[in-house]
């Protein structure tokens, strides 16, 4: 079959699904952070399943392409319309600047929410 490059596997995992089980991870414990008991924050758990579902939904569809910045042959085929061409890389790394910076904001989101609430629980 020939050689395969790994640092297109290299740049998935590190730009594709590193980030996103680390915001999975700060959102499920963040948000389970005022549970009074474990059963109540696994519940609470499984309640953010869509949520995590949408985000990886969108991300594999937007970060998925990330190999195509070492070789065309390594996207994942999902955008090739609007990737098709030499000058995807200005759009692609357009999405996936926006997709990590939404990340990003989402963790801010969570952790100022869970910061204030601990901070109004502590004030009482």
């Known amino acids: 079959y020939g050689e395969y490059d790994l640092s297109a596997h290299g740049l998935l995992w590190l730009i594709a699904v590193l980030p996103l089980v680390l915001l999975v991870t700060a959102i499920t414990v963040l948000s389970t952070s005022r549970a009074g008991s474990r059963r109540t924050a696994i519940l609470f758990s499984l309640l953010l399943i869509p949520v995590v579902v949408y985000l990886y939904f969108n991300a594999v569809m937007t ?17 090739d319309v609007y990737l098709a061409g030499d ?4 759009a692609l790394a357009g ?18 929410l869970a910061w204030a609430n601990a901070r109004l629980t502590e004030a009482r």
Do not use: Q, S
């Open 87 to 90: 000058d995807f890389r200005p």
């Open 63 to 79: 970060l998925g392409n990330i190999g195509r910045f070492v070789h065309p042959f390594y996207g994942l085929g999902l955008m």
């Open 95 to 112: 999405d996936i600047a926006g997709m990590l910076l939404l990340f990003v904001l989402i963790f801010g989101a969570v952790w100022g």
